[in-house]
């Protein structure tokens, strides 16, 4: 038998009430939009802090002079080629995972932009080769087998892209980029 005396306290309603305001903020779709608008915003300013970072020894300004031979032999010139349209400059690896994400919308870009492609430490003409024929990647590209010329550049991490317009580097970015994402820095100054 329970005691009156022993009576459980009614519940405080200023509790209840923030317990219910808690649960509908969770139906609320404006709380829903303001959470993924932090998200978003948190991840493009992460995003252009570890661009800004792993391109803080890349040349910017004007392209150093640089002529580039292709698996094929042909023969690019870099500043040359970026006085027409701009040049999409990508530094990528067979061994790169990000690598895997980026190249076909790289590949893709090609068939309608200026592409160099320049495959870092991936080793010698015939293993590139073979892996781009092998993952049905039709761009040319120029094989950096000692990764010369990612140093030179100051390519701290692959894929690394470049775009460069009028023999200037207008845009960096590292890691995965999307199509969109692509086309956005080639059209935009």
């Not at 509790?15 to 991840?43: C, D, G, H, M, Y």
């Not at 010329?149 to 960096?172: C, F, H, M, N, Y």
């Amino acid at each position: 038998m329970s005691d009156p005396s022993q009576s459980p306290l009614p519940e405080d309603p200023k509790t209840e009430l923030q317990i219910s305001k808690t649960k509908s903020k969770w139906r609320n779709p404006v709380w829903w939009l303001k959470e993924i608008a932090t998200i978003i915003v948190l991840f493009i300013v992460i995003t252009f802090a570890l661009d800004w970072w792993q391109s803080r020894d890349m040349p910017n300004g004007n392209v150093p002079h640089t002529i580039l031979t292709t698996l094929s032999g042909n023969t690019f010139d870099l500043a040359t080629a970026s006085k027409d349209e701009p040049v999409v400059l990508y530094f990528w690896a067979t061994w790169c995972p990000a690598c895997k994400f980026v190249t076909p919308t790289v590949d893709w870009l090609s068939d309608s932009y200026k592409v160099v492609p320049i495959a870092m430490t991936s080793g010698s003409r015939e293993r590139v080769a073979g892996y781009l024929l092998s993952h049905d990647i039709s761009f040319e590209t120029v094989n950096d087998e000692q990764g010369r010329l990612g140093q030179a550049w100051g390519i701290r991490s692959t894929p690394t892209i470049v775009i460069v317009k009028d023999g200037e580097i207008t845009s960096i970015t590292t890691g995965i980029t999307t199509p969109p994402g692509l086309l956005a820095r080639l059209w935009l100054p």
